[in-house]
Every structure is written in C-alpha cells, then in structure tokens.
C-alpha cells in the first residue's frame, strides 16, 4: 500500500508527469491573461489608495492633484506596455529583461536586473498576500487580530497549487481575475450612470477630517507630489512578467504575449481611471486611523476601494461583499504572477551558473519545484517581520521593477542599434527604427521615474531593497565563480584522452567481526583483482581481537588480517593513519576501502546502525587516491520492504486491470491514490506506442523475425575490435532488448526516452537478448 508520505504527497501536489507531457502545461492566451496579469490588474485596489495616503498629509487641499497624477501612471503605464511588447518579439525565451540586459549591455547588468527582478518577485507575494488579507479584513472586521497567520496560510496554499504545475493553477485563478475584472467593470459603469443621472456618489469617510496635516508649498509640495506618483507607480508591478513567461505561452508564442500584454495594459489603464474617477467623486479621505477625525474609535479605515463599493452598491448589498472577495483573491492570487516568474528566472541563472543547479530542475509535476518554495520562503519571512502590513512593505517595492525595466529598455536601444548595423531592406528598417523610438522613450521615462522613486522613498523603507540588491549580486557572482573554479580544475588538457591507470590497486576491507556482512565484502573485493587483499580490524579489545583471530584462522579465509593498534579505543583515526601509511609508501598505488554495511529497513534502526561506517566515510573521502566502497547487506527488515513493494506492484497493477473492466460507484481516498499510483507505473510501462501486430518482448521467440516497440532507456557507444557500436537499451513494459547498430556511432533520433518500433532478428548470446541492426521507426513523444 502507499505511505503515508506519498500519500501526502500526491493529495497535495498531485501525480507525476512525464517529460512529453511538458507540452501539455503551455497556456492559451485566455489563461495566460489571469496567470502573468494577476499582479498589474490587482494594483488597481491599491494604486489609487496609495496616492491619496500621500496627498493627505498635506491636508484635503491637495488631493485635487489625484486625478493629474493618476493620469500621468496610467500613460506611463502605456508607454513601459508599448515597450515592452517590442521585447517579446526580440527575445521570446523567456529570460525576459535578464537576458536583454546580459545579452546587450553583459553579464554584470544582467545580474543588476536578475537582482532587481528577484527582490520584486519576493516583495510581490509579500505585499498582495498582505493587501488581499487587509482588503477581506475590511469587509470582516474580525480578522484584522489574525492578518498575518492568514497571510502565511494563503502563501503555503499558492505555493502547493503552484507545485501541482501551472497549467492547473492557472486554471484555478482563471475565474477569480475574470470575477475580479466583471465587478470592478459594473461597479464603474454603475458609478459613472449615477453621477450622469445626478444621484452621485457619497463615501462613509466624506465627512471625516484629516488631522496632522502639514502645509506644503514651493519644493516641498514638488516633493509630496512626486511621491505621490511614486506611490503611484506601484500599479506598473507585474508589466514585465509576461516578457519573463513568454515560453509558457502556447505558439505562436510571441505574438500570443505580445497580445496578452497589450490586454493587459488596456484593462489596467481602464480600471485604474475608473476607481480613481469614483473615489475622488465619492470624496474618499485616505489616511491612517491616526489622522482621521470622525472615525469611530476602535475601527480601522476601510480600504478606498471598499469605500467606493459601498458608495455605488450601498454597505449591506450582495454586490460590496462580491466585490471585496474577489478584490482580495485577485489580490492574494496576483502573488501567483511571481510565482510563475521567479521560479523560471532562476532556473535560467542556475544553468548559466548564477545560482545552485537545484534551481534548474523540475520538479514530480513539471514545475521549478525548488524557485517555488524557495519564494515562498521569503516572502514568508517579509510577511511576517513586517506584520503583514501592506503599508509597510509597499514603501520597499517598485525599486527593483524600475531598475530592471530602465536596464531592460537601454539594453532594447543596443539591440535595435546592432540589428540596423546588418539589416538593408528598407521596411525592415522601418520597423527597426519605430521600435527603438519605443523602446528610446521607455528607457527615458522608467529611468526619470527610478530617480523620483529612490529620492522619494529611500527614507521610507527603499534603502532595505537598495541594500539587498547588491548583496544577491554579491552572491550570485560568488556562485559563478565557484562554478568556474570546479569547471576549470576538472577539464580535460586539450591532448588527453588516455585514462590514467595506478600503478596498483591495494584492497583493505574493514572488519569488526567475522560475519555475513564481512565475508560478502570480502568476496567482493576479491572480485576486482586488486593487486593486494587485505582485511584489516581495529583492536579495541584485546579478547574480541583473540576471538575474531581464531575463528579467522579456523575457517581458513584466504585473506590476511592486519590487526591496527588503537591505545584511545578509537575506529576513525586509526584506520585513516594506516591508509596514510599506505598511500607514503606508494604514492602511485589507489587504496579502495571497502565498508560493510547494513541496508535497514525502518528509518529508526539507521540510528542504531552504520554509524562509525558513515564517519569513516567522510572522513576518506578527504584523503587524495583512496578510494571508498560500501558493500550493501540486506537486513530481514530490507528484505522485508523488498517484499512489501512487490506486493504493492502486484496490487497495483491489479488495481488496474480491475479499473479498465469495471469501475466502482464510491472509492476511499486512499484507493484513489492507490489506483492513480497503479496508472502513473501502467503508463510508463506500456509506453503506449505497440503497433498492430508487436510483439512483447517477454515473448518473443529466438532466432525469428519480430516487430518490437517500446522507449529507448539507454543508449551507449560500444567500440568492439576497434569497430564503433551504437547500443540501445528498449523497454516495453515486459522485459527489454539490447538494439545495436554495427559501424554506428549516432543515429539521429536514437535519445534516451524516444519512443521506437523496431523490426529484426532476435539473437541470445551468453544470455541475453539483442536485434542487430533492425529496421528502425522512429515514434512521436506524446508532447511532439
């Protein structure tokens, strides 16, 4: 039966998929819409907000200046939109603004970028999960006490629908972006119809005063202001992460993103204007519980866009409540655009050597599994040092949105500037030219915007983001260099090829008793022929050492036995002076250690078991020419478990065959986990690929032409006689063949995991199967 682990497992993440399947989780445009937009269109519940946070310090005078700031984002958000679908057509990789910036301007403003864009996908969980928690606390006073355990929880949630791959999370926050986007839409229309018809609109915080406010005039009103469009500006977050996701579109890639993201800006700008049109009609008063005179005491002020909800729809309508879910699972959600990003970049600087290669590899359901809980992590940790405060950790973010956008559209101009240096068809330069008066302009604009956001928000909390960023580049270099440092010292000289043998091979088996274990290992180095045997014991008791003697001697074992003296009663350093001893007194010998050792079956017997082998081993390992050897011993408890996996293969598989001939009306949990277990090992056994009339390899007759089909598991190059032979492995399901090409080296198409159908001769030679030289068909993966 399944574990209880991979029962966990599979109900949280789900099951396995095979590599062709990767096909299978590229998204069309009406789901890549929700999965990379989710952030730009959420900021829309806060952008406005943030603008009249800072506009009321100076007092109700200054929030006419809304509108005109509101204005001045929505064309910059244009204009980085219209720059940015030039980068998904030049760059369609995915590497986003990281590999515009390696590739134009180098490595070390690529990494600038890639630590910019880290910072920003960490503070973007970090401030949605935050804003969507606050918003859904806005309609349910009661969970303000709770905001950050709920804020933890939604992150550990995101984060398992993320593990199950993007397609199904996708999926999942597809309805919520769209509900979010409808309401947002009604409740404009509906405010806009009521402010023509003369009804107008009126927020609960009307009437309330701001206190504490501060006259603001000559550079110190240019200051509020230019803060105001910083705090602003945070409705740009998340542009550029369809340019970073471009590989998850479905083809034609570019152009489907390039699509996406014009969707994205239109929706943006729209929903961004309408809200502040209504809350500046409603007169909503944004400021702290603090400054506001009028507010009950004990209440919190409610978020401007639950404010103008309740002014258009009324305070007890079905429409507010609606409203305010959605505005907080957009928010929430909006988290899932970075969890789609950053798991992608760092798989990108993990195979260009800027990060651990742990990062590069997917995961059981084709997801950067290892970026993914790597960014939950930190976010994790913001939410809570920072209390889950959306006002706190928005004073840390769009530093490193803008200083990757400015990065990414001077990198862009470089590009364009190379391309029309080769390129003399007139239209094309045409083109050229119009996209780097584009992308000329974002570079200008973005980079005008990151100086107003540095001087504006250093104080506030942007010096965390402008201090991080130059460690994780730090870091990153360091990694790199670390790799470059390995890769050097293990390449091969340009004329070696020669494998370098020693001069001899001493054997030294390890021994504390004469048992199963001992001897086993013994046999086994005798195996390899090593130039000199010898078992070797350590004396920690003189009458234990007499025994293992006699009865050494009594059965006559044909090895001789070294007795080491240890007058401290120790294991470890004895031995590893006498393989030192060894290796002085032949510097070209190789010493194999060989460790008996016990393969358990619970995890609590490693505990009592395998203990001074583990520190002995760590210890050689250090010691140059010494090589170390565990000789496995399977325990009853082993051997146990052996049986009891057999046992649930055989379970499985009849799980199977009884599903495809009858299904039941109810199944447990546990039967269903077991009967997609039992699938996921038919399916890759079967292989799915058996032409009319194949034969299974289990059954194929010797010395007959037969048809077989199934996945190429191995594949390797075999000189024999100085003649090169290209072998492969192929398996069906029911046993495997060796297929080999005489004179071969490479066979286009002949990879591990292709799918075949051969057609040839089947031969037993010392037994084992093999078809020499076949006709050959080469099958389609399922994700081709």
Known sequence: ??????????????????????????????????????????????????????????????????WWIALAVGLLMLVVVASYRQNVHAYPSGGGDYEVATTNLGAKVGLTVASALMVD????????????VANLASAFPALNAHVVLISVAVIAVITLLNLRGVRESGTAFAVPTYCFVAAVGVMIVTGLIRIVFGSGLHAESEHYQIINSTHYSGLLLVFLLLRAFASGCTALTGVEAISNG?????????????????LLGGIAVA???????????????????????????????RTVIAQVARSVFGGNSPMFFLLQVVTALILVLAANTAFNGFPVLGSILAKDGYLPKQLHTRGDRLAFSNGIVLLAGFATLLVVAFHASPTRLIQLYIVGVFVS???????????????????????????????????????????????IVLVTKFAK???????????????????????????????????????????????????????LPALRALGYASATRPSRLEAVTVSLDE?????????????????????????????????????????????????????????????????????????????LLFQRRVVVAAVPYQLQSATARIERAKAQAAFQSAAVTKTKTKQPRQRTMLQNLTAENAELEAASLSEAV???????????????????????????LRPRAGVPVLEADLWDGTGSVTVSWLGRREIPGIVPGRRIVVRGRVTTTDGKRAVFNPIYELRPSAGD
């Open 121 to 132: 996908y960490i503070l973007t969980v970090a401030v949605s999960v935050s804003s969507g």
């Open 246 to 262: 471009v590989p998850a579109f479905k083809p034609p890639k570019s152009k489907n993103a390039a699509t996406t993201l014009a």
């Open 405 to 451: 956008f400015v990065c990414s559209q001077t990198g862009m101009i470089r590009h364009w500037n190379r391309l029309l240096k080769d390129t003399t068809d007139v239209a094309a330069r045409r083109r050229m030219m119009r996209s780097r008066v584009i992308n000329a302009i974002g570079a200008g604009v973005t980079a005008a915007v990151l100086v």
């Open 271 to 301: 929903m961004f204007a309408g809200v502040t049109a209504l809350a500046l009609a409603g007169h909503v008063h944004a400021a702290d519980a603090a400054n506001l005179s009028g507010l009950p005491e004990g209440h919190e002020p």
């Open 690 to 716: 058996s032409p009319s009339g194949a034969t299974p390899i289990a059954e194929c007759p010797d010395r007959e032409q037969v048809c077989l089909a199934g996945t190429l598991r191995t594949v390797r």
């Open 543 to 619: 009458a234990d050492v007499a025994a293992l003697k006699e009865e050494w001697e009594r059965r006559s074992i044909p090895v001789p036995l070294t007795v080491i003296d240890s007058p401290y009663r120790e294991i470890t350093r004895p031995i590893i002076e006498y393989v030192k001893r060894l290796r002085s007194e032949n510097p070209d010998d190789v010493v194999t250690v060989y460790i008996p050792q016990y393969v358990l079956g619970h995890w609590w017997e490693q505990v009592l078991h395998n203990q001074s082998a583990l520190r002995l081993k760590s210890r």
């Open 1 to 66: 039966m399944p574990s209880a682990l991979g029962i966990a497992k599979r109900v949280m993440v789900g099951r396995p998929m095979r590599n062709e399947m990767l096909g299978e989780t590229l998204l069309p445009k009406k789901i890549a819409l929700p999965v990379f937009a989710s952030d730009a269109l959420s900021s829309v519940a806060y952008a406005t907000e943030e603008i009249l946070l800072v506009l009321s310090a100076g007092g109700l005078a200054l929030l006419h200046f809304t």
């Open 461 to 515: 909390g942007a010096w965390i983001v402008v201090l991080a960023m130059p460690i994780i580049w730090l870091v990153m270099r360091g990694i790199n260099r670390h790799y470059a440092s390995v890769a050097r010292e293990l390449a091969l000289m340009e004329n070696e090829t020669r494998v370098s043998l020693p001069a001899n091979n001493h054997a030294v088996v390890l021994v504390s008793k004469l048992h």
